[in-house]
């Protein structure tokens, strides 16, 4: 079977659909496969909250020199003060695609954890991520542009360099498309996309013990790396969702 899209996403968290619903929103047709059902991801199991710049006595500063001192000089700090600026403004994103944080009499109900000078975790009650998840899934059901299709497993990208049969200069090495596994059919599909967005978690279930769901088995860094992508911070694991 072969199919085409402006843009096909791998995986079905919060960094896949959120990139979806945006890129949709530009007018671009856009597939999200998942290798088991939508809701199956790191996302959905995040309890905590999101650490943001939101009350009026906290600032930018503080939260960038919070991260930078948590992360014992590892963190790139042009990547961390990028992220907490736009904290607020990925939040209202959030908002608007139905995300509903707890919320107090003064406003939003702000925690404060490990790590953090100033009160800053948005969640919703103790069960964040799902709620995300569901709206999102949600929004995403509602978007005309976008197909999601669960059971649906990558297995390589399909790149200029498989059509020549030689290695090609990055530059030169272009996307086609992917090639998806139907687990319930159990055809090879053939997939022709010029974007293709991995956004598939983590590498959990490598290890022996995990709370990582069944589906964090890195199948997207092994994809990337297959398809010449450089590969970066694989000592870094996150052993929760």
């Not at 943001?52 to 003060?81: M, P, Q, W, Y």
């Not at 978007?143 to 020549?164: G, N, R, Y």
């Not at 964090?216 to 694989?234: K, L």
Request: with cysteine; net charge negative.
């Amino acid at each position: 079977m072969h199919k085409r899209y402006d843009v096909v996403v791998v995986g079905s968290g919060i960094a896949g659909l959120s990139f979806a619903l945006k890129v949709a929103d530009k007018g671009r047709s856009v597939a999200i496969v998942t290798k088991k059902k939508r809701a199956d991801s790191n996302t959905n199991y995040a309890q905590g909250g999101i650490a943001c710049v939101i009350a009026k006595d906290d600032d930018f500063t503080a939260h960038v020199e919070d991260t930078l001192v948590a992360g014992a000089g590892l963190c790139n700090r042009s990547v961390v003060d990028q992220v907490v600026r736009e904290g607020p403004e990925r939040i209202q994103e959030l908002v608007e695609w139905g995300v509903e944080f707890s919320k107090s009499n003064h406003g939003y109900s702000l925690g404060k954890e490990g790590g953090h000078s100033s009160r800053r975790i948005l969640h919703v009650q103790d069960m964040t991520g799902r709620a995300i998840e569901q709206a999102l899934l949600t929004a995403v059901a509602s978007a005309p542009s976008i197909d999601l299709f669960e059971h649906h497993f990558a297995v390589d990208i399909i790149t200029a360099s498989k059509f020549s049969g030689a290695p090609l200069p990055p530059e030169e090495d272009k996307v086609h498309g992917l090639y998806v596994l139907n687990t319930q059919s159990g055809l090879v599909e053939t997939w022709a996309a010029p974007v293709i967005l991995l956004a598939t978690g983590g590498i959990g279930q490598i290890y022996q013990y995990t709370t990582n769901p069944d589906i964090a088995t890195g199948d997207g860094i092994a994809i990337a790396h297959r398809a010449g992508a450089p590969i970066r911070d694989m000592e870094f694991v996150q052993f929760h969702p």
